[in-house]
Every structure is written in structure tokens, then in C-alpha cells.
């Protein structure tokens, strides 16, 4: 129950408004009604609303027109649709186009109160869930669906398989399922299965006994016993070696591990979840996936959207990291252009989520106004090209030097920043009211910056 939570509930039929807004109330929700679709969206344009209920069949503005208006202005609001045996069809295709559900008349107010909750629990898990420290934000329906299929593989133990390109947050995904999960108390182990070399990564898994190889000076728990009682991931597991993958199949067949160079079987009680960036059924038709080992793990698939097919979370998340990163370099940013935002929509994202959260971060940085611009955004190609087109030494940009291509990219940002500023310092004799104003920030700034470096003098 949620007193602050407003709905908004439309339909025609003054009876069923009345005794929807009833049920809700008792529920402890606040709830407004409108009596047909144009008098919702008026509605919707000047407040905000966690949820929309509405009819389909209404005069004027129907409820699958409602729908499409929607999504268009808050793509984030679920929309549960109420709908008769004749228009059945038109209620899956609106599902389709993003509704959360539909209910068919006739139906026990019960079970709508049930709906009811679930979509709004399930939207503040997809607005923001955090996971060891780490948070994942969406308003994409598609995402909103994902969470939803995440919550029910937590409920059961099964194994799941996560799919999707890197960088669209498969292991937040894995920590998600195993955190709502009845294995929450237990740990949560993650092999990278793509960073271990072939040779390491059978003894890293399953263990070993001391001299079972050369360097094997003691016995050493794998990361099969080390998840008992919880749950391991095994991430990019469409690296692992053909070899060891049937290894891999037996452990999850039998529930038992046997150390290397040990004679011993040993039970376990663990969840497995694996993640991969590549379509494991073309690597099993080319001969370097297991076909077996495919089926033990895809027993519930789940697939997540590279951020290219999520243009709601582009703005969404850039805002984000926008507000984020504006604090963490004390830049008052207030917003992104309509430019900018265009260009940020065009971008292929082929880095995803990690890689539209470095492109805000630069942009922040690069930024002097209150607004992020086109000039300010750039992707990994244009960098590329950049680096190339600066292949010497340094280069003068604004009397400031440039750093070396190869020096910048072994360099974090915040070690770029430190550099920029001394650099500036320097270029203006270390003038530091002429210093805090060629970097956009202020004296203040400059001063809590330079005591973060420490004891900084200029040569």
C-alpha cells in the first residue's frame, strides 16, 4: 500500500470508474478518474501519475490510442488495459506495444489489487535496483519485461543463461536474480570465464590437491565450492575450452565437483548463471559450443537489448550520468541540448550502457556552459580518429598542450583531469584565477582540487 502513489483510472462507465477507485482506495492508494482517453491525456500533461488503468472501448480517444500517447510522453508509466471478450485481439496487440497487462470484464476487484501491486513493485525494481553498490536504471518497457522474467527466475532455482552484448549489464542481472532469490544469504562467486587463461581456469573452478601439478603446493577450494549454498556465475562462458565445457556438463548433472588430482566427489548445493555476448546456438552449429552443455544451461533463457534498441533509456540514463558525474567534478550542468540529445539518439552504442556512461563522463568534463552540446559528445570511432589525427608528439589546442595519444590512454580521468589542470597551471604561470577560468570551474574548485593532489608547487 502506498498512500503518495496516485492512479489514474479512465473508462466511460461511470459504475466501473466508481468501483475500481473504491477497491484502490482500500488498498491504500490515492486515485483520480477520468472519463474518457482526451480527458486522461490533459490529465497526464499537467500531473504525474505511477500508474494508468484503463478501458479500451471508450468514444473518441480509445484505450490503445491512450496507450500510444503514453508511452510517447512518459514511456515509464505501466498501463494495465480493461477489456471485453470481443476485443481480446486488440488487448494483445497493445501489450505488445507496451501495456503492462490486460483484464478481462468481467473480473473480481481482488485480482485487479493484485495486478495492481505487482506492476507497481515491479516498476520500482526496474526504475532503480541496486546491487553491491552498483545501481541499474531503465524506464524501457523491454528492460521492464526483463526485470519481470528476473524476479520470477529468482523464485525458482533453475539455471539461467544471460545473453546479450557487453556492457548492457548481464552480471547486474545475475546479482539481481541470486540477491531476491531464497540463496540471497549465501555467497555470490563470479568467474570470468573469458579473462583466466585455458590452463588456470579447471583449477580455479573445481579446486585442487596439493601436487596434483607443478605449483601445486597445497590443497586450494575452487569456485564451484567456494559458491555452496549460493550461487556461481560463470561469466562469458562461450570462452570456455570444448575440453573442460564437459567437465562443466557434468557438474551440472550430478551436483558434485571432483578436485583436481582428488578422488573424492563432492556435494554441492548451488545455483548456476551464466552470461555470454555470443549467440551460443551458431557457436553450437560451428562446433565450439557443446550442444548439451547449451541445453543444460538455457533452461531459462533471458535475453537483455544492447541500448540501441532502448532509445527511452538513452535520455534517461544520459540525465543520469549527466547529474552524477556534474557533481563529482563540481560542474553545474543543468541539461543536455536538443543537439546533443539528437546525436546522442543517432550513436550505435556498440559499448552499450559502459559505453554512454564514459561518453557523459567526457562530456562533463569537456563542458564549460550549463549545457551539454554536440561538440562535447564524441564516440569511440571519432576518438579513434582523433588519435590518429594527432600522431606526433603534442599539438596546441586553446594554449594548452595536449597530452601524448599513448600517455592519455593509459591514464584514468581523474588522472586526466589532474593533468589538465597542473598543465593549464603551467600554461598561465600558475595564475590560478586565469587557470580557473581557461577550465570553466571556479577559484574555489580549483583550490579544492589542487588539496586532493596534495602539495603541488610549480617547476
Not at 524476479?151 to 552480471?171: F, H, P, R, W
Not at 580518429?385 to 606526433?392: F, I, Q, T
Request: proline residues 2%.
Amino acid at each position: 500500500m502506498n498512500e503518495s502513489a496516485s492512479l489514474l483510472v479512465v473508462d466511460d462507465e461511470a459504475d466501473m470508474r466508481l468501483a475500481i477507485k473504491e477497491a484502490l482506495v482500500r488498498k491504500g492508494y490515492s486515485v483520480e478518474l477520468a472519463t474518457n482517453g482526451l480527458e486522461a491525456l490533459e490529465k497526464l500533461k499537467k500531473s504525474e501519475y505511477v500508474m494508468v488503468i484503463s478501458d479500451m472501448a471508450m468514444p473518441g480517444l480509445d484505450g490503445l490510442s491512450l496507450l500510444r500517447e503514453i508511452k510517447r510522453l512518459s514511456s515509464h508509466i505501466p498501463v494495465l488495459l480493461i477489456t471485453a471478450y470481443g476485443t481480446i485481439e486488440r488487448a494483445v496487440e497493445a501489450v505488445k506495444e507496451g501495456a503492462e497487462d490486460f483484464i478481462l470484464k468481467p473480473f473480481d476487484l481482488d485480482l485487479l489489487e493484485r495486478i495492481v501491486d505487482k506492476a507497481l513493485r515491479l516498476q520500482a525494481e526496474c526504475l532503480s535496483f541496486e546491487t553491491r553498490g552498483k545501481s541499474m536504471l531503465t524506464i524501457d518497457p523491454m528492460m521492464r519485461k526483463i526485470v519481470s522474467m528476473s524476479m520470477t527466475a529468482a523464485s525458482c532455482d533453475a539455471t539461467v543463461l544471460i545473453s546479450g552484448e557487453s556492457g548492457t549489464g548481464k552480471e547486474l542481472i545475475a546479482r539481481f536474480i541470486h540477491e531476491r532469490s531464497e540463496r540471497a544469504n549465501g555467497p555470490f562467486v563470479a568467474v570470468n570465464c573469458a579473462s583466466i587463461p585455458d590452463g588456470l581456469l579447471e583449477s580455479e573452478l573445481f579446486g585442487h590437491e596439493k601436487g596434483s601439478f607443478t605449483g601445486a603446493t597445497a590443497q586450494r577450494m575452487g569456485k564451484f565450492e567456494q559458491a555452496d549454498t549460493g550461487t556461481i556465475l560463470l561469466d562469458e562462458i562461450s570462452e570456455m575450452d570444448f575440453k573442460l565445457q564437459a567437465k562443466l556438463l557434468r557438474v551440472l548433472q550430478e551436483h558434485e565437483v571432483e578436485r583436481l588430482g582428488g578422488k573424492v566427489s563432492i556435494k554441492l548445493d548451488i545455483r548456476i548463471i551464466a552470461t555470454t555476448n555470443r549467440d551460443l546456438k551458431q557457436e553450437v552449429k560451428e562446433g565450439r559450443f557443446r550442444e548439451d552443455l547449451f541445453y543444460r544451461l538455457n533452461i531459462f533463457p533471458l535475453r537483455l537489448p544492447p541500448l540501441r534498441e532502448r532509445k527511452g533509456d538513452v535520455e534517461f540514463l544520459a540525465n543520469h550520468f549527466m547529474t552524477l558525474y556534474g557533481k563529482k567534478y563540481a560542474r553545474h550542468i543543468e541539461g543536455i541540448s536538443s543537439e546533443a540529445l539528437k546525436r546522442l539518439l543517432a550513436m550505435e552504442w556498440r559499448g552499450n550502457i559502459r559505453e554512454l556512461e564514459n561518453t557523459i563522463e567526457r562530456a562533463v568534463l569537456l563542458s564549460r556552459g550549463r549545457l551539454l552540446e554536440p561538440e562535447h559528445i564524441s564516440d569511440a570511432e571519432s576518438l579513434d580518429m582523433e588519435s590518429e589525427a594527432s600522431e606526433v608528439g603534442v599539438t596546441e589546442v586553446s594554449g594548452v598542450k595536449k597530452m601524448d595519444t599513448e600517455e592519455v590512454n593509459n591514464m584514468t580521468l581523474a588522472e586526466m583531469e589532474k593533468g589538465l589542470i597542473i598543465k593549464t597551471l603551467d600554461t598561465v604561470e600558475w595564475n590560478r584565477t586565469r587557470a580557473a577560468g581557461i577550465l570553466g570551474i571556479s577559484v574555489r574548485t580549483l583550490r579544492n582540487k589542487l588539496k586532493e593532489y596534495g602539495t603541488i608547487l610549480p617547476v
